[in-house]
């Protein structure tokens, strides 16, 4: 069937079946009344034809008089009324707005007036159900937005297959940001403070991840999962990664500067990233289901981000390689981490240059270092384990974020520990340090560490100060 014939009007298909049947009724009469008259009748040939020529001429009368009388009748009763019904319902599928009434004429048949009243009950209907679902949908967005990434709910919503478990395989980049020594302060500190405090941080980075397009899959206390290229893959995921992570270490920064004034501890945060494939869907169980991400990518993210200090952005050999020619980065650094096969490779990452212009911001630190010999006992830190058996070790010199000191044995490099002055000044005694150590170095004759501290009580931190200042004098 042509195109044209499917798509014919109501008052095509009406008013062309009327005249193909007057017409046929009318052959029909024509036939019967030549065959009539010549087998009853003495007629010539001629007469005949002249016979069935006034005949043709009386049926193309009357044919003209059905169709134009028929047209006006049924174009005002029955054509016109199923016309509105069909543009006003036209109007609806653009807008549902534009439902409105329609007047029909009062002689209208019973048959298109029912459809009308039946037309209006159910858009009533429809429209009452749709702002209740609508209203639902608002909820569950605006509820469960604040849990999973707004983008994940839509998705899940809006996608026949969006509550089904599975997942398809992405190549994804995963940002990984963790506080330094947040769960050892929190353990010292009134806790509603801290969860204020908290809150306050997530928050600010929650928005800056959201600013460059990421999606949080996950906030495990104070560490933060993003990942960029889950629902959408994009060439720039890895640069906008690195924009994001970079601006969340400058943020930190300005947040820094008001929580010390109101009284609360420094934050420092490390963040590690890395570009591989993984596993994007829903995972668990039809009692319980989460949208995220598994793979390899994201444990190697993790690794990655377990070596960064406070105010390092880090990124794994697989991201460097995709913005090699847009970033200003350090040396790479390789480590042999337990459960890899090969070393561990990353690059310390200061600036992005490409569409995002975006450099970290330099501490203002102390330049002055003073030498002091401080005794002190030290724990290596695994993950969330402390070795129960410490070390001892001296202070050579500090500064506001670095200890030099001698550690018997030496630590391998990018080793987290956990240390203590064996002493107490002026009625006080030092809290524990969170530190990591950087590097060995050689001086005096023998090696020695280079720590970074990445978390330190407020307190001490003033009474080094106070020491540098007093030195410099």
Not at 40 to 57: A, E, H, K
Not at 280 to 299: A, D, E, H
Not at 327 to 347: C, D, Q, R
Not at 361 to 376: D, G, M, V, Y
Request: proline content about 3%; aromatic content about 8%.
């Amino acid at each position: 069937m042509s195109e044209n014939k499917k798509n014919r009007g109501v008052r095509e298909i009406l008013l062309m079946g009327v005249f193909w049947r007057i017409l046929f009724i009318e052959a029909v009469l024509l036939v019967f009344s030549l065959f009539y008259r010549w087998f009853t009748q003495d007629t010539t040939p001629m007469d005949l034809f002249w016979y069935g020529v006034r005949i043709v001429i009386l049926v193309g009368i009357i044919i003209l008089f059905m169709m134009v009388s028929l047209k006006k009748f049924l174009a005002y009763r029955i054509i016109s009324p199923l016309e509105l019904i069909a543009k006003a319902n036209k109007k609806i599928q653009g807008d549902m707005t534009n439902a409105e009434h329609i007047e029909l004429p009062d002689d209208s048949p019973h048959e298109i007036k029912t459809i009308m009243t039946s037309r209006t009950k159910m858009l009533k209907t429809i429209f009452e159900v749709s702002e209740e679902r609508l209203r639902l949908v608002n909820f569950v967005r605006e509820t469960f937005g604040r849990y999973i990434s707004s983008k994940v709910v839509d998705e899940i919503l809006e996608s026949p297959e969006g509550q089904k478990i599975g997942g398809r395989r992405k190549t994804v980049t995963v940002l990984m940001s963790d506080l330094r020594g947040f769960t050892s302060l929190s353990e010292t500190k009134d806790p509603e403070e801290m969860v204020q405090l908290l809150n306050r941080y997530l928050e600010q980075m929650s928005k800056i991840i959201l600013k460059y397009d990421g999606i949080i899959d996950e906030i495990i206390g104070d560490a933060v999962l993003a990942v960029f290229g889950a629902l959408e893959t994009r060439k720039d995921d890895p640069e906008r990664a690195i924009a994001c992570a970079i601006e969340m270490q400058n943020s930190l920064e300005d947040l820094n500067e008001e929580i010390i004034q109101s009284g609360y501890p420094r934050l420092e945060m490390g963040i590690g990233i890395n570009t591989g494939n993984v596993i994007v869907g829903n995972i668990g169980s039809q009692l319980r289901m989460k949208y995220g991400i598994v793979g390899s990518t994201v444990n190697t993210a993790a690794r990655i981000e377990s070596n960064s200090i406070g105010g390092q952005v880090l990124i794994g050999k697989s991201t460097q390689k995709h913005v090699s020619k847009k970033i200003s980065a350090e040396p790479p650094k390789n480590i042999m981490m337990k459960g890899l096969k090969k070393p561990l490779v990353f690059y310390s990452v200061s600036a992005i240059n490409s569409k995002f212009q975006v450099s970290l911001k330099t501490s203002i630190a102390s330049n002055s270092h003073f030498s002091i010999k401080l005794p002190f006992q030290l724990w290596t830190v695994n993950g969330k384990k402390i070795d129960l058996i410490p070390r001892v070790g001296e202070t050579i010199r500090l500064d506001d974020n670095t200890i030099d000191a001698f550690i018997k044995p030496i630590l391998e490099p990018f080793t987290d520990i956990k240390l203590k002055f064996d002493f107490c000044i002026e009625a006080h005694c030092f809290e524990e340090i969170y530190a990591k150590n950087l590097s060995i170095e050689s001086g005096q004759g023998q090696k020695f560490n280079r720590l970074k501290i990445t978390s330190m009580d407020q307190k001490d931190r003033d009474i080094l100060k106070k020491w540098m200042n007093q030195s410099n004098n």
